[in-house]
């Protein structure tokens, strides 16, 4: 059973930083891509970023572009993203998702996501 | 960038009977199309890929339909477990993109 568990959310005061985690299970990570899709609250889906199996490739939205960093550890089977100068409108519950194996980018697995609030 | 549009924004359905869920694309994003269901505290789940094809354990009675801008999905006979918010999201351009969502409620 696939299973993605995110972690590192919290309370952040803007121009803060956060690095959000998420472990992975129950497939071979290395052999997937892997995304970060966010939602705020009461509020609707926002793709965020995305990385390919092998770390190279990575696509960001224009909103976090520049102040975000998605990577992964393949050993560990973990799937980070630094965000960086975080402003009131980054606040949403952060959803790490296994990218569909075979033909296209779209996201199969979810997590349930870790909430990331930025407020002084 | 695309944009997705989906109507309507909220959708009133009798149990048993049928929905109609739409999604249009600005241009053309071909038949890489994704809907995705979410019901409250829990996270979206995939039902539909490549605009028609049900992902695994997805019941019948979930379809889809469409290429290029235009796209349905279709409840044939709603069950008390199918009143959530539905997804689209088109996969053939960068950065990827969700419609705002159709929210199925209980008539």
């Known amino acids: 059973e696939v299973q993605l568990l995110e972690s590192g959310g919290g309370l952040v005061q803007p121009g803060g930083s956060l690095r959000l985690s998420c472990a992975a299970s129950?497939?071979?990570?290395?052999?997937?891509?892997m995304s970060w899709v966010r939602q705020a609250p009461g509020k609707g889906l926002e793709w965020v970023s995305a990385?390919?199996?092998?770390?190279?490739?990575?696509?960001?939205v224009d909103s976090v572009k520049g102040r975000s960093t998605i990577s992964r550890d393949n050993s560990k089977g973990t799937l980070y993203l630094q965000v960086n100068s975080l402003r009131a409108d980054d606040t949403a519950v952060y959803h790490c998702?296994?990218?569909f194996g075979s033909g296209g980018y779209f996201p199969e697995y979810w997590g349930r996501g870790t909430l990331v609030i930025v407020s002084s | 960038e695309i944009e997705m549009t989906q109507s309507p924004a909220t959708l009133s359905v009798s149990p048993g009977e049928r929905a109609t869920l739409s999604c249009r694309a600005s241009?053309?994003?071909?038949?890489?199309l994704a809907w995705y269901q979410q019901k409250p505290g829990q996270a979206p789940r995939l039902l539909i890929y490549?605009?028609?094809t049900r992902a695994t354990g997805v019941p019948a009675r979930f379809s889809g339909s469409g290429s290029g801008t235009e796209f349905t999905l279709t409840i044939s006979s709603l069950q008390s477990e199918d009143f959530a918010v539905y997804y689209c999201?088109?996969?053939?351009?960068?950065?990827?993109?969700f419609g705002q969502g159709t929210k199925v409620e209980i008539k």
């Open positions: 490549g605009a028609s």
């Open positions: 998702a296994k990218i």
């Open positions: 129950g497939f071979t990570f290395s052999n997937y891509a």
């Open positions: 241009q053309s994003v071909s038949t890489n």
């Open positions: 999201q088109q996969y053939n351009n960068w950065p990827r993109a």
């Open positions: 990385i390919s199996a092998n770390g190279v490739s990575t696509y960001y």
